[in-house]
């Protein structure tokens, strides 16, 4: 949306502390394990010893004998599938007929205390027909020994595929002075939240009200109506304060379903709130995946041709599988300028906890290969691998061989700050010390809804009285700062602080809808929404000021709390006698900028951020050890709403990006995880984290609130990619999957010692039966003036 009034702002891009800041740091903030209403019974789950297997009978007898049990209900109970995806609603809240992942739960209890109902649980008695179980890519592109794991997709256990061409990729092949091929693999492995997830719900006068620790206020109160088959006016969801998502709270939740149908059953509240190891078997987490990437070029390093493939270790249900699987594969053009593309996916099922969107969702895993194998197409062409890339890089305004919408684009700003601060072209090159360069990009919120609809994905109402001003958004605050981010710009417009504006958000009874807090999309989306709401109370107070004082309403300021000559409780007095209730509605709706190709829906988003990061590190030859000693990160943001908390945004990215560089893994054997727990899944501490200097970079996006763009999610792609990179420089030996472990550089330092190719990782790429191509003409490489609509 384009700035309406003069680029000097009061309180956009200053380093204002959250305004839920004193909540969270005094104890004083409700989250759903805080929230305690009379009578309320506690519910614990029966889950899954067995990674697949039928059941073959339940009997919950002795279970609902025992003193304070008040419930007990199983899959018979609740047997209507669900699912974040309207084309895999594959979901039971409660398995009665397979299970299909140590974990699936099959039974649940709610009793007077937890003790009373984990005793319960324990005295459920199930029969299981234990099956053979799916563990990896390879075995579940086979043939299965007993039966698949769903009854849909196909063949074998695939979930999905896709295949597409963009442009003429064996005319640029053909082309190409050199072509390189390389295979890459990308561990799972989970959000590790601080909160774990919790809810509470009551049945009361006919009507659900679920408090949950969800991103996702909108798509739960869709599910429950789904399968607790209740009108949505009889749910409420409210979202309560956030302990941290990072993608692990998009999905409804079986937990959230079985305590609304335990309350209704027993007409009293009921609560659960996982353990750490259920929070493990929730997951939804990242996606293992194994990729391959064939690239040509010319000898001076321009792309003439690159085709992809990955495929993606799905665990054991859809969740946003399909989605992921086209991530995997559309953003590598919005980075380099690829003049022709094939990309090919696959999603199989297995029998592990479910994998989902996780911070850059589909993205963080192709990024980290096409960052390395560039690097080594580079060292092939004897080039520089940053100026290979920089000679690829994509430029403003312009649409991607896939009919990708480029607006802003600060790539070239991004790569010089870093580059320039960190000294990265004038290292010196010493045994043992290595420096890597990477970069990215990612949406600014997704341009088409989770289900198709023509309506507005993010709403915002302002309501102004003698009590001051309240913002109504259904945005759910998940600790980055969308609270915050809202207040602002409302305070902005009406020449207010952020601590003026009162905020009522993440209610489905008491806000206008919004989609999430997924992809990025609340700054944008959101923000959008409340400038729009927000420039029209303005207006409205503006007009009453303008009529009182016989002032033009252009002549008539705001700001530090007055409009014009009158203070803002005079003016909000004045324009409710001449306009009655004050109250103003503002919607943001993407542009319709999806290809015109099935699967195009997937990958569009009206801006994308764009980031680049150096890595400096020491890498022990003798025992593996890694420690990096600093990180330069610089991040395109559009213009930052609030540079304090952007800044901690990039910097939680990093953090976490160093987690699934060099520890972080989801790994299991015998169909179990391996370390369903804190004490033993390793990832940083405080004391892991190296010094950090982090750059905003504003490129005022055209469409985004004052020119904002995401902060959330995009600086954590390059960071993986860049260790790696850093690791060859200093030990000239590639790890080609992640984590970056000290056995696994010990492993590549033998093998070249011994002449051997100096790697770890993958060694080839499996047979898949890929679907025929389907074939798509380039689009107009510049935008044109209406491209926002096209």
Same mark, same amino acid.
């Given at each position: 949306?384009?700035?309406?009034?003069?680029?000097?702002?009061?309180?956009?891009?200053?380093?204002?502390?959250?305004?839920?800041?004193? #909540?969270?740091? @005094? &104890?004083?903030?409700?989250?759903?394990?805080?929230?305690? *209403? /009379?009578? =309320?019974?506690?519910? %614990?789950? !029966?889950?899954?010893?067995?990674?697949?297997?039928?059941?073959?009978?339940?009997?919950?007898?002795?279970?609902?004998?025992?003193?304070?049990?008040? #419930?007990?209900? @199983? &899959?018979?109970?609740?047997?209507?599938?669900?699912?974040? *995806? /309207?084309? =895999?609603?594959?979901? %039971?809240? !409660?398995?009665?007929?397979?299970?299909?992942?140590?974990?699936?739960?099959?039974?649940?209890?709610?009793?007077?205390?937890?003790?009373?109902?984990? #005793?319960?649980?324990?005295?459920?008695?199930?029969?299981?027909?234990?099956?053979?179980?799916?563990?990896?890519?390879?075995?579940?592109?086979?043939?299965?020994?007993?039966?698949?794991?769903?009854?849909?997709?196909?063949?074998?256990?695939?979930?999905?595929?896709?295949?597409?061409?963009?442009?003429?990729?064996?005319?640029?092949?053909?082309?190409?002075?050199?072509?390189?091929?390389?295979?890459?693999?990308?561990?799972?492995?989970?959000?590790?939240?601080?909160?774990?997830?919790?809810?509470?719900?009551?049945?009361?006068?006919?009507?659900?009200?679920?408090?949950?620790?969800?991103?996702?206020?909108?798509?739960?109160?869709?599910?429950?109506?789904?399968?607790?088959?209740?009108?949505?006016?009889?749910?409420?969801?409210?979202?309560?304060?956030?302990?941290?998502?990072?993608?692990?709270?998009?999905?409804?939740?079986?937990?959230?379903?079985?305590?609304?149908?335990?309350?209704?059953?027993?007409?009293?509240?009921?609560?659960?709130?996982?353990?750490?190891?259920?929070?493990?078997?929730?997951?939804?987490?990242?996606?293992?995946?194994?990729?391959?990437?064939?690239?040509?070029?010319?000898?001076?390093?321009?792309?003439?041709?690159?085709?992809?493939?990955?495929?993606?270790?799905?665990?054991?249900?859809?969740?946003?599988?399909?989605?992921?699987?086209?991530?995997?594969?559309?953003?590598?053009?919005?980075?380099?300028?690829?003049?022709?593309?094939?990309?090919?996916?696959?999603?199989?099922?297995?029998?592990?906890?479910?994998?989902?969107?996780?911070?850059?969702?589909?993205?963080?895993?192709?990024?980290?290969?096409?960052?390395?194998?560039?690097?080594?197409?580079?060292?092939?062409?004897?080039?520089?691998?940053?100026?290979?890339?920089?000679?690829?890089?994509?430029?403003?305004?312009?649409?991607?061989?896939?009919?990708?919408?480029?607006?802003?684009?600060?790539?070239?700003?991004?790569?010089?700050?870093?580059?320039?601060?960190?000294?990265?072209?004038?290292?010196?090159?010493?045994?043992?010390?290595?420096?890597?360069?990477?970069?990215?990009?990612?949406?600014?919120?997704?341009?088409?809804?989770?289900?198709?609809?023509?309506?507005?994905?993010?709403?915002?109402?302002?309501?102004?009285?003698?009590?001051?001003?309240?913002?109504?958004?259904?945005?759910?605050?998940?600790?980055?700062?969308?609270?915050?981010?809202?207040?602002?710009?409302?305070?902005?417009?009406?020449?207010?602080?952020?601590?003026?504006?009162?905020?009522?958000?993440?209610?489905?009874?008491?806000?206008?809808?919004?989609?999430?807090?997924?992809?990025?999309?609340?700054?944008?989306?959101?923000?959008?929404?409340?400038?729009?709401?927000?420039?029209?109370?303005?207006?409205?107070?503006?007009?009453?000021?303008?009529?009182?004082?016989?002032?033009?309403?252009?002549?008539?300021?705001?700001?530090?709390?007055?409009?014009?000559?009158?203070?803002?409780?005079?003016?909000?007095?004045?324009?409710?006698?001449?306009?009655?209730?004050?109250?103003?509605?503002?919607?943001?709706?993407?542009?319709?900028?999806?290809?015109?190709?099935?699967?195009?829906?997937?990958?569009?988003?009206?801006?994308?951020?764009?980031?680049?990061?150096?890595?400096?590190?020491?890498?022990?030859?003798?025992?593996?050890?890694?420690?990096?000693?600093?990180?330069?990160?610089?991040?395109?943001?559009?213009?930052?709403?609030?540079?304090?908390?952007?800044?901690?945004?990039?910097?939680?990215?990093?953090?976490?990006?160093?987690?699934?560089?060099?520890?972080?893994?989801?790994?299991?054997?015998?169909?179990?995880?391996?370390?369903?727990?804190?004490?033993?899944?390793?990832?940083?501490?405080?004391?892991?984290?190296?010094?950090?200097?982090?750059?905003?970079?504003?490129?005022?996006?055209?469409?985004?609130?004052?020119?904002?763009?995401?902060?959330?999610?995009?600086?954590?792609?390059?960071?993986?990619?860049?260790?790696?990179?850093?690791?060859?420089?200093?030990?000239?030996?590639?790890?080609?999957?992640?984590?970056?472990?000290?056995?696994?550089?010990?492993?590549?330092?033998?093998?070249?010692?011994?002449?051997?190719?100096?790697?770890?990782?993958?060694?080839?790429?499996?047979?898949?039966?890929?679907?025929?191509?389907?074939?798509?003409?380039?689009?107009?490489?510049?935008?044109?003036?209406?491209?926002?609509?096209?």
């Amino acid at each position: 949306m384009p700035e309406a009034h003069p680029v000097t702002f009061a309180v956009i891009g200053k380093p204002l502390p959250k305004v839920d800041a004193g #909540a969270k740091v @005094t &104890g004083q903030a409700v989250y759903a394990d805080d929230v305690v *209403l /009379p009578r =309320t019974l506690h519910c %614990r789950i !029966l889950r899954s010893p067995h990674p697949h297997a039928r059941i073959l009978s339940i009997d919950a007898s002795a279970a609902r004998r025992i003193s304070g049990v008040q #419930a007990v209900i @199983t &899959g018979a109970d609740l047997p209507i599938k669900f699912g974040i *995806l /309207p084309v =895999t609603q594959d979901e %039971r809240a !409660l398995e009665h007929e397979k299970v299909r992942y140590v974990g699936d739960p099959i039974a649940a209890v709610a009793a007077t205390d937890e003790e009373t109902a984990a #005793a319960a649980c324990d005295a459920i008695k199930v029969d299981y027909e234990v099956l053979q179980p799916v563990m990896s890519i390879e075995d579940a592109l086979e043939p299965s020994k007993d039966e698949r794991i769903q009854d849909y997709g196909g063949p074998n256990n695939i979930h999905k595929l896709v295949a597409l061409e963009f442009g003429d990729v064996d005319g640029g092949f053909a082309r190409a002075d050199h072509i390189r091929e390389d295979v890459f693999f990308f561990q799972g492995n989970t959000h590790l939240p601080m909160e774990q997830h919790s809810a509470i719900a009551s049945f009361v006068d006919g009507k659900v009200t679920l408090w949950s620790s969800t991103q996702v206020v909108h798509y739960v109160h869709r599910a429950l109506a789904k399968v607790l088959e209740l009108p949505m006016s009889r749910i409420r969801v409210i979202g309560a304060a956030h302990g941290g998502g990072f993608g692990g709270k998009t999905d409804p939740f079986a937990h959230e379903i079985i305590v609304c149908k335990l309350a209704m059953l027993t007409g009293r509240p009921v609560k659960c709130t996982l353990t750490r190891e259920e929070v493990f078997y929730a997951h939804r987490g990242r996606h293992p995946v194994l990729m391959w990437v064939r690239t040509g070029a010319t000898r001076d390093g321009k792309i003439t041709a690159m085709h992809f493939r990955s495929a993606l270790d799905g665990g054991a249900y859809g969740s946003y599988g399909v989605a992921s699987t086209f991530y995997t594969g559309v953003l590598q053009p919005v980075t380099y300028d690829l003049p022709a593309y094939r990309f090919e996916g696959c999603r199989v099922f297995t029998n592990k906890p479910p994998c989902g969107p996780k911070r850059g969702h589909g993205t963080p895993q192709p990024r980290f290969a096409l960052e390395l194998h560039l690097d080594k197409l580079a060292h092939d062409l004897k080039l520089d691998p940053v100026d290979l890339k920089r000679l690829n890089f994509v430029k403003p305004m312009t649409r991607t061989v896939n009919w990708l919408r480029v607006t802003s684009c600060g790539l070239e700003e991004c790569t010089e700050r870093v580059l320039a601060a960190s000294g990265y072209k004038k290292r010196k090159r010493e045994k043992g010390h290595g420096m890597g360069f990477a970069i990215s990009s990612y949406l600014s919120g997704a341009g088409t809804a989770i289900y198709w609809n023509d309506m507005p994905h993010s709403e915002v109402q302002i309501k102004v009285d003698r009590g001051g001003i309240t913002a109504y958004c259904g945005a759910m605050d998940i600790g980055q700062g969308s609270d915050s981010v809202l207040a602002t710009i409302v305070a902005e417009e009406l020449g207010l602080q952020p601590k003026d504006i009162r905020l009522v958000t993440a209610d489905t009874d008491t806000t206008p809808i919004d989609l999430g807090s997924y992809s990025s999309r609340v700054t944008f989306m959101a923000g959008n929404a409340a400038l729009e709401a927000a420039r029209k109370m303005r207006a409205m107070l503006i007009e009453a000021v303008s009529a009182k004082t016989g002032i033009e309403p252009s002549e008539v300021e705001v700001g530090a709390g007055r409009i014009g000559d009158t203070t803002f409780e005079e003016a909000s007095v004045l324009a409710e006698a001449k306009f009655g209730t004050l109250v103003s509605a503002g919607s943001y709706t993407p542009p319709k900028i999806a290809g015109p190709y099935k699967g195009s829906g997937v990958g569009p988003s009206p801006a994308y951020s764009y980031s680049a990061c150096v890595v400096d590190l020491d890498a022990d030859a003798r025992t593996g050890l890694v420690r990096v000693n600093k990180v330069w990160i610089a991040h395109d943001v559009g213009r930052a709403i609030n540079s304090l908390l952007v800044e901690g945004q990039v910097e939680g990215s990093v953090y976490m990006g160093l987690g699934e560089a060099l520890m972080e893994e989801q790994e299991f054997r015998k169909g179990l995880h391996k370390w369903p727990s804190m004490l033993e899944y390793k990832s940083p501490t405080f004391l892991d984290m190296p010094e950090l200097e982090t750059f905003i970079v504003e490129t005022i996006d055209p469409e985004g609130p004052y020119g904002a763009k995401e902060a959330g999610q995009g600086p954590l792609l390059p960071v993986i990619p860049a260790v790696n990179a850093a690791v060859f420089d200093a030990l000239g030996v590639w790890i080609d999957e992640t984590p970056v472990t000290p056995e696994k550089i010990v492993e590549a330092l033998r093998r070249k010692e011994k002449g051997e190719p100096a790697r770890v990782g993958p060694t080839k790429f499996p047979q898949i039966p890929y679907p025929p191509l389907i074939k798509v003409e380039p689009p107009p490489k510049e935008l044109s003036a209406s491209a926002a609509s096209i």
